[in-house]
T-cell receptor
Framework: DAGVIQSPRHEVTEMGQEVTLRCKPI?????LFWYRQTMMRGLELLIY????????DSGMPEDRFSAKMPNASFSTLKIQPSEPRDSAVYFC???????????FGPGTRLTVT | GESVGLHLPTLSVQEGDNSIINCAYS??????FIWYKQESGKGPQFIID?????DKRQGQRVTVLLNKTVKHLSLQIAATQPGDSAVYFC?????????????FGTGTRLLVSP
């Protein structure tokens, strides 16, 4: 089992550029979560999907952030335009239905200059 | 000006000691709790969980205690090893507007000296 896969692992971009983060959940897991981790705010839930459908996006900071899950094995988190305050580590996690334990990916460290 | 980040509480122990990491949670209706371990440069990793109808659960070298009266959770690590050095997060499962989600605490850094 490869676990949750995220790409890229590191991303450095300039303010105003579009950033796309990618996630492949564990096969068979029907819940997918996007988190952001910063020193200022800790680990925050941004959005989560169940069976590819967004369920709760109340944590998405603003309209510059969007997330999609076109199929059960792929999700993207997009920031457009990016700003320096978006610099953080973004984690994707997945879990099978009926299970609370979430399995986290290695994260994408985003730096916006 | 200089930004101020979260001040992570730090617990420093010697190898072989027992460690106790504490967590206060916010929602008296939370029905499930998890402890995660996060090593530098990695994602959080599940350690142990407990449901609200229990007050103690044991794993291998770890024990979680739940005190619902004071909304307190603790993680006990027996015979702490240098490999246990990491940041430890508690998380509570809460229901909000019909949805459930894990809410994470700010974390405690555990430093184990050989």
């Amino acid at each position: 089992d490869a676990g949750v896969i995220q790409s890229p692992r590191h991303e450095v971009t300039e303010m105003g550029q579009e950033v796309t983060l990618r996630c492949k959940p564990i096969s068979g897991h029907d819940y997918l979560f996007w988190y952001r981790q910063t020193m200022m705010r800790g680990l925050e839930l941004l959005i989560y999907f169940n069976n590819n459908v967004p369920i709760d996006d109340s944590g998405m900071p603003e309209d510059r952030f969007s997330a999609k899950m076109p199929n059960a094995s792929f999700s993207t988190l997009k920031i457009q335009p990016s700003e320096p305050r978006d610099s953080a580590v973004y984690f994707c996690a997945s879990t099978p239905g009926g299970n609370y334990e979430q399995y986290f990916g290695p994260g994408t460290r985003l730096t916006v200059t | 000006g200089e930004s101020v980040g979260l001040h992570l509480p730090t617990l420093s122990v010697q190898e072989g000691d027992n460690s106790i990491i504490n967590c206060a949670y916010s929602n008296s209706a939370s029905d499930y709790f998890i402890w995660y371990k996060q090593e530098s440069g990695k994602g959080p990793q599940f350690i142990i969980d407990i449901r609200s109808n229990m007050d103690k659960r044991q794993g291998q070298r770890v024990t979680v205690l739940l005190n619902k009266t004071v909304k307190h959770l603790s993680l006990q690590i027996a015979a702490t090893q240098p490999g246990d050095s990491a940041v430890y997060f508690c998380a509570e499962n809460i229901w909000s507007t019909g949805f459930q989600k894990l809410v994470f605490g700010t974390g405690t850094r555990l430093l184990v000296s050989p």
